[in-house]
């Protein structure tokens, strides 16, 4: 028997620290693991455990052994989460499986490109239609959870309850001017969410940033040197609804777009959205 740890069961073992940490919930609600078998006679031999089905072809990069054990690839993985997952979700899960957790110079495990590859090989997998649509909305290089929730509210158009800024990036690295660099002690730095060709960059503040009031002032003077625009954005205007709108009418001017909503789907899905803030107990985020 052919049997492959699968869904939420494959994404513990996955090493992706910012799914892991907003995921947190759904991982521990797991009770037994879930699996994927390849034949429908393999599903009545797992002893209870739940069990999946995938008699469709899947693509080479699909299947995997990790010490010993068949599990699903972080891309199969994805296709199979879309299907129990909704469109915001999705979008959620493919950036933290995109992200760079440690910063410029660390690692990304997958791409978006080697997600949407293996999403277009995968025809005729439940939730690749679902993944496919949300790897639009997808970017790779977000540093932390609250990046994405940023790309969100901005990025995302206007029928999912974004503001559709188009063009925006995670992490957009500057490099500096001399005086600039000598202000703060680096040759570059990297704007949150940027939008490069206008020039205009969203910062998020956590609360340890109180800690560093003194290199951020230094660090957004250099930036304004550089000719770059930076909004900072707090906890508190992207959780109360009132200051959220208030973020989204001032980024709309500052980009020159009307805040007109034309949709009735606006505000149902910019409440989702807020629904699906991360809720982090006593954890900095």
């Not at 910012?18 to 009770?31: G, R």
């Not at 940023?150 to 990036?169: A, H, I, S, Y």
């Not at 909004?231 to 992207?238: E, H, P």
């Amino acid at each position: 028997m052919k049997k492959y740890i699968s869904h939420l069961s494959a994404l513990k073992i996955w090493n992706f620290p910012l799914a892991h940490l907003y995921f947190e919930q759904e991982i521990s609600a797991i009770t037994q693991t879930q699996y994927t078998v390849l034949n429908r006679a393999d599903r009545f031999m797992l002893n209870g455990q739940t069990a999946h089905i995938c008699t469709q072809d899947i693509p080479s990069n699909g299947l995997c052994i990790k010490h010993g054990v068949g599990i699903v690839s972080p891309h199969l993985m994805f296709i199979q989460l879309a299907k129990q997952f909704d469109i915001f979700q999705t979008i959620i899960l493919g950036n933290l499986l995109c992200s760079r957790p440690g910063g410029a110079f660390a690692s990304q495990q997958i791409t978006k490109s080697e997600l949407l590859d293996f999403v277009i090989q995968a025809k005729g997998h439940h939730g690749q239609r679902r993944a496919y649509q949300a790897l639009r909305y997808v970017k790779d290089n977000a540093f932390s959870v609250m990046e994405i929730f940023v790309d969100l509210f901005l990025g995302l158009p206007m029928c999912m309850g974004g503001l559709g800024l188009k063009g925006g990036v995670f992490n957009y690295e500057i490099i500096l001017d001399y005086e600039s660099s000598q202000a703060i002690k680096k040759d570059r730095c990297f704007i949150d969410y940027c939008f490069p060709e206008p020039k205009i960059g969203y910062e998020y503040q956590s609360e340890y940033h109180n800690q560093t009031i003194d290199q951020d002032s230094s660090r957004s003077m250099a930036l304004s040197r550089m000719n770059y625009r930076i909004t900072t954005i707090t906890k508190s205007q992207l959780y109360d609804k009132n200051k959220l709108k208030q973020l989204l009418f001032y980024a709309a001017k500052i980009h020159k777009i009307k805040y007109q909503i034309r949709t009735p789907n606006y505000e149902k899905n910019l409440n989702r959205i807020r629904q699906l803030l991360p809720r982090f107990p006593n954890r900095i985020i």
